[in-house]
């Protein structure tokens, strides 16, 4: 921006590093005890070299620096028996969940969570991250899911109909310096 008309000559300019990443469902994935890997899987957007994703892992990778990360995660109930028209099955006492950011390994109840996500249940309630986060050296980040020891017919992804558009997760970056 010049500001010339004031007699200054200052140029901002503001280098954009953002990403928008998603995991989709390519197969049925049922939900095991305790925390669980969403494996982000596709790259929706990404711009500059501050973020990278690898898509076989769900690892995302960061340069040093400070970061808006906003998300969300969903897990559903599902009868592979009874939802093959699309549809999953709702519990009447839905299991709570949620989701959080950590570093890749650090999932543990003795661990605290770079950030933890909205209690959500397992009815396709969504549980939504959203904060700002800082890292004085490049580190790595991963989403995850839990919703509980007892997690029969609860699941992170649903394929049905020849469809892996089933958005389950999802995580917007944007480096803010």
């Known amino acids: 921006m010049a500001l010339s008309g004031l007699g200054l000559t200052t140029t901002i300019s503001h280098a954009a590093d953002y990403a928008v990443y998603e995991e989709h469902s390519p197969e049925t994935k049922p939900m095991q005890p305790g925390g669980n890997l969403r494996t982000l899987n596709r790259v929706i957007t ?10 076989e892992t769900g690892i995302v990778s960061l ?11 969903v897990v559903t109930y599902f009868d592979a028996t009874a939802d093959t028209d699309g549809r999953v099955s709702a519990a009447a006492r ?7 950011l950590l570093h890749p390994g650090k999932a543990s109840r003795d661990v605290e969570p770079l950030a933890l996500g909205t209690v959500a249940t397992a009815n396709m309630v969504p549980s939504l ?3 700002i986060l800082t890292f004085d050296q490049d580190t790595q980040i991963v989403l995850m899911h839990q919703a ?12 049905v109909d020849n469809s892996d558009k089933h958005v389950m997760a999802r995580l917007v970056i944007q480096k803010l310096e």
């Open 94 to 100: 839905p299991n709570a969940s949620y989701a959080m």
């Open 129 to 131: 991250v959203d904060t």
């Open 63 to 73: 340069k040093a620096g400070t970061y808006r990360i906003s998300g969300v995660s």
């Open 46 to 55: 990404q711009t500059g070299d501050a973020i990278h994703l690898d898509t």
């Open 148 to 159: 509980g020891r007892d997690v029969e017919g609860i699941y992170l992804e649903v394929y």
